[in-house]
């Protein structure tokens, strides 16, 4: 792994009193890598990335993006990042094209056929009023200006919060694709789920401290799988828990079990379960929501 | 330093609010200058003027009728009791020449050249004259009182004489209209008259043009000429009948001496009143103020230019100083323009342009409408001068400058468009809530509607800085206030960059 870092905090503090703002935050985020960056609501996400971009300046501790102080560089680095606000507000102006014509003036792009390539595949109409557009449609403007200028880093701030099913996953795909092209993503959210199945890598972050930072690839992969087995008599129940299967939760009300077997040890379970008489068996799904809980408790946050 | 796209999205942003607000002032403007320079108005000045005008003269008329006939009335016969010893002695001299003159020039005794003679003796000649014809027996503070008296005292000391039927009331009121009359109409008398009413600007033309219909229905000069002898002897006339009268009346079951002069002093007191000095003090000051104010000033100068004029602007420079700054900061859309490499100082600089800039063609719009509206309007009655107008305009934008100076101050300073406006709009407001309050105590308004009490909320207004009264009346010390403003605008507008340039922006 020699791919140069793009974003670095270290000791990244911003603090708001009364134990409110985020401390000690050191994240590295490389290139090409597509980071999702998980926490409840307040945990500090959006200050992190307002560090990030040098909207605001950190109480202690050091924030830069390509090597580049972001308070003091903010106009530079804005350069390289193409950014999706949380809250979604635009100028005050009449249309989506009014605003996404003003911002490639911004950017002193002067070829469009990039801008209306994206908005044909996004299927927007442009011609709509700002100010009445559904949340889809301001975030796919959002996006749109945020693509704009083909930055290297791409930094999004819940870019799903709102949206329905459907067009969350067609958001994400057009993400993942940006990703593909080589950039690097660094996305918040508040869903384990949105993040899981897309990042690389994800950061949790909670009451304004990092907690953990999952590799998903380990998740995804994981040697121990959990499995939920429910008994239709009392006797095979009983029998089965006597074998020496590692139980991580018991329901006697049910004669159910939940054991944790390691991959080579399935065969083994199988062998056992062959006389029993089963209601049902089924994976339980290791989630990075039960992995962050695992840690949390491990860690001793409540 | 300049971000051309931000400035042009903030043009199209702002526009139509521009454009509405600038309107609305120019034909504001244009229709109060209309207004107030079509004549209406200065007429309404003349009006009161003439009737202040025309009723102290016409009072002084009765006042003096009414003085005559009781000097008259009350000496008949006893000389004694009147000016003393040193009187009779000049008195009797001046007759003595008066009789000299008359004979001289060959008028016959008994006749009425004859007796004017002693009438117009006293208002063609010179003080000087008159001294010596007293043989310098009286001091000269003494002369025009000795000048009617002694006209009256000749005509009365012959009055059996020239109408041995009338009663001697009637023969003194008459004599006494007809010298008021004369000498009231005569060069001297007017010319004393003028110089009386020099504050109103009242000139010789004004005054023939008080005029009356006389019996055969014809406009008629009241105070020149013969009309004029005719309208003050009959003015006279009606006075001092009623004083009579009213003495009668009075004095009937009176017998003491004392009291009949002290019912008499009051009742010329009360006749000789004018209209003005009936009233308080107060009031008729105010009155004369009104007559001599200039109303195209006062309502162009001080109500439009300091008051009503800064209104809508203010209401533009509040919303939109909040719409350059705290507000895309609130709503989030500054997170768009600073995503493309605008710097901060870039932002700050190119949003006060805008507003400064936006503010400086709208002054521009109205001082080319009031250039226009001034052109159009007859000027004959109004001081204003066009360097003063364009003062005046000179004074609007930088109050105006001045006070979105502090807007952009907060709107640079708060995150929150509900701080930004209700802070700086508040004080903005608050200074023009003071302004008008203040009007109403300035000195430019007459004391009749003015509360002088009011007069403190000028102290806590900044745009009391803004100094038309001081503009108008051609002095300088509007120069260093309108100096001051520029300096509070410029602070203004470098604070607020500096703290933009460095706070924390929640985008």
Redesign the interface.
């Known amino acids: 792994m020699d791919k140069e870092v793009v974003i670095k905090t270290e000791n990244l503090t911003k603090d708001y009193g009364k134990n409110r703002g985020i401390f000690d935050i050191n994240l590295e985020i490389k290139r090409g890598e597509m980071v999702g960056f998980v926490g409840t609501n307040g945990s500090g996400k959006t200050t992190t990335i307002?560090c990030l971009?040098g909207?605001?300046?950190p109480t202690s501790g050091k924030c830069s993006v390509l090597d580049m102080s972001s308070f003091e560089n903010?106009?530079?680095i804005?350069?390289n990042?193409?950014?999706v606000?949380g809250?979604?507000?635009?100028?005050?102006?009449p249309t989506g094209t009014?605003f996404l014509k003003?911002?490639a003036?911004?950017?002193r792009i002067k070829d469009m056929s990039k801008i209306n390539d994206m908005i044909s595949r996004l299927q927007l109409d442009t011609r709509a009023n700002l100010k009445r557009m559904s949340k889809g449609m301001k975030q796919k403007t959002a996006l749109i200006?945020?693509l704009m200028?083909d930055a290297e880093i791409l930094i999004l701030d819940e870019p799903t919060t709102g949206l329905d099913p459907l067009m969350r996953v067609a958001f994400i795909d057009m993400i993942k694709e940006e990703h593909k092209k080589g950039k690097t993503i660094f996305m918040s959210s508040h869903m384990f789920n949105e993040v899981e199945d897309t990042c690389d890598k994800v950061i949790l972050i909670s009451n304004g401290k990092i907690i953990d930072v999952a590799d998903m690839n380990k998740i995804r992969n994981r040697e121990e799988k959990d499995f939920k087995v429910e008994f239709n008599n009392v006797d095979d129940y009983k029998k089965f828990k006597a074998l020496n299967y590692k139980i991580i939760r018991d329901q006697e009300k049910y004669n159910q079990v939940t054991v944790s077997i390691k991959d080579e040890e399935i065969n083994d379970l199988f062998r056992d379960l062959k006389n029993c008489d089963l209601k049902f068996i089924s994976e339980v799904k290791y989630t990075l929501e039960k992995y962050f809980r695992e840690k949390i408790k491990e860690k001793g946050y409540v | 330093m300049f971000?051309?796209?931000?400035f042009?999205?903030s043009c199209?942003?702002?526009y139509i609010m521009w454009t509405t607000i600038t309107i609305a002032v120019c034909v504001m403007l244009a229709v109060l200058m209309m207004i107030s320079g079509s004549g209406d108005l200065s007429e309404m000045r003349v009006g009161i003027t003439n009737t202040i005008v025309q009723d102290s003269i016409e009072n002084e008329s009765e006042k003096r009728a009414v003085n005559y006939y009781d000097i008259v009335e009350s000496n008949i016969g006893k000389p004694d009791n009147y000016q003393g010893e040193s009187f009779l002695v000049s008195y009797g001299m001046l007759l003595k020449n008066a009789e000299k003159i008359a004979t001289n020039r060959g008028y016959e005794k008994g006749t009425e050249e004859y007796y004017e003679i002693f009438s117009l003796l006293f208002s063609n000649f010179s003080k000087d004259d008159l001294k010596v014809l007293a043989g310098g027996l009286i001091t000269e503070e003494t002369i025009d009182q000795m000048v009617i008296d002694t006209g009256l005292g000749y005509n009365f000391l012959n009055y059996d004489e020239v109408n041995p039927n009338m009663k001697k009331e009637d023969y003194i009121r008459e004599y006494c209209s007809s010298f008021l009359a004369i000498n009231m109409t005569s060069d001297r008398g007017i010319e004393k008259a003028l110089s009386g009413l020099k504050e109103y600007d009242f000139g010789l033309d004004d005054y023939s043009n008080l005029t009356y219909t006389n019996d055969a229905g014809e406009e008629v000069p009241k105070f020149v000429g013969e009309s004029g002898k005719i309208y003050l002897k009959d003015l006279s006339n009606d006075s001092i009948l009623t004083y009579q009268a009213r003495l009668d009346y009075s004095t009937a079951n009176v017998t003491d001496e004392q009291e009949i002069k002290a019912i008499k002093q009051s009742l010329i007191a009360e006749v000789g009143q004018s209209f003005l000095a009936s009233m308080p003090k107060s009031v008729s000051e105010s009155l004369q103020e009104l007559g001599t104010m200039d109303l195209f000033n006062l309502i162009t100068g001080s109500i439009f230019y300091k008051v009503a004029g800064l209104l809508l602007p203010i209401i533009y420079i509040i919303m939109v100083a909040n719409?350059l700054i705290a507000?895309?900061v609130?709503?989030?859309?500054m997170?768009?323009?600073?995503?493309?490499?605008?710097?901060?100082k870039q932002v700050v600089y190119t949003q006060a342009t805008f507003l400064v800039g936006s503010l400086f063609l709208m002054c521009l719009c109205t001082t080319a409408v009031s250039f226009i509206c001034f052109t159009i309007i007859d000027r004959s009655m109004i001081s204003m001068t066009y360097g003063q107008l364009a003062l005046l305009n000179v004074g609007f934008f930088v109050t105006l400058f001045a006070l979105s100076g502090i807007s952009f101050l907060t709107s640079c300073i708060f995150n929150r468009t509900k701080h930004s406006m209700g802070i700086g709009g508040g004080l903005n407001m608050f200074f023009l809530v003071a302004t008008i309050l203040g009007l109403f105590g300035s000195k430019v308004l007459p004391n009749v509607v003015r509360i002088d009490s009011l007069n403190f909320f000028n102290y806590c207004s900044l745009i009391t800085l803004f100094d038309e009264m001081s503009i108008l009346s051609a002095n300088t010390t509007f120069i260093p206030k309108l100096c001051v403003l520029i300096v509070v605008g410029i602070v203004c507008y470098v604070i607020g960059a500096e703290r933009f340039k460095?706070k924390?922006?929640?985008?």
């Not at chain 1, 809250?87 to 102006?93: A, H, K, N, Q, Y």
């Open positions: 307002r971009l909207y605001i300046k903010s106009y530079k804005a350069r990042i193409g950014y606000p809250e979604i507000g635009f100028p005050d102006l009014a003003g911002q003036e911004f950017f200006a945020a200028n | 971000s051309k796209a931000l042009k999205q199209k942003a702002n719409n507000g895309q609130d709503s989030g859309s997170a768009y323009v600073l995503s493309t490499s605008t710097k901060r460095k924390d922006l929640p985008l």
